[in-house]
């Protein structure tokens, strides 16, 4: 059997698992600390929308973000979702939001920007005690993402 090749690597296939939107509280601003620049973003509302997923975001999560002295945002998402039949998941993101200086400053003047633009990706994954949607505890997804004027609209796949 030859050697793996990983530039000869099959890649893999995704599935749209779900669209899933959040509005934000004002930014908690903790300033520059040893790792960056931290700020953390509580979600006011969301909500949820799959082909067999839908529902709300519950308050009280968000995002811990930590802007690098490089310009980059670490982005630390947890959030708790209620499905339509009341289960709750517990979803977990991580990921890397990157843009020009110019991007950013009319992201934060509240103007919508086309995510083309710009770099936000994550990786997901998912914790639930719902026999119903235990397929959700065994599987890697990946976010594309979109910043709002007061939240963040993300497109998560399941990778196959």
């Known amino acids: ?5 990983p530039f000869d690597a099959t890649p893999p296939e995704m599935a749209f698992l779900l669209r899933l939107e959040a509005t934000f509280a004002p930014p908690q601003e ?17 909500q949820f929308d799959g082909p067999r997923l839908r529902g709300v975001v519950r308050t009280g999560g968000g995002d811990w973000v930590l802007v690098r002295r490089d310009g980059v945002a670490e982005l630390d ?13 517990y979803a977990r993101g991580n990921g890397v939001f990157d843009m020009a200086p ?5 992201l934060l003047a509240g103007e919508q920007i086309d995510r083309g ?7 997901w994954t998912f914790e639930t005690g719902a026999s119903r949607h235990a397929s959700l505890n065994r599987l890697i997804a990946v976010g594309v993402g ?3 004027a007061a939240g963040m609209i993300t497109d998560i796949f399941a990778v196959q």
């Open 1 to 5: 059997m030859p050697p793996f090749d």
């Open 30 to 46: 903790l300033g520059e600390t040893p790792a960056g620049n931290r700020r953390i973003l509580v979600v006011e509302k969301g």
């Open 77 to 89: 998402i947890r959030l708790t979702l209620v499905t339509e039949d009341q289960a709750l998941i």
């Open 102 to 106: 110019e991007i950013r400053q009319a």
């Open 117 to 123: 633009l710009y770099y936000f990706r994550t990786t």
């Open 146 to 148: 979109e910043r709002t």
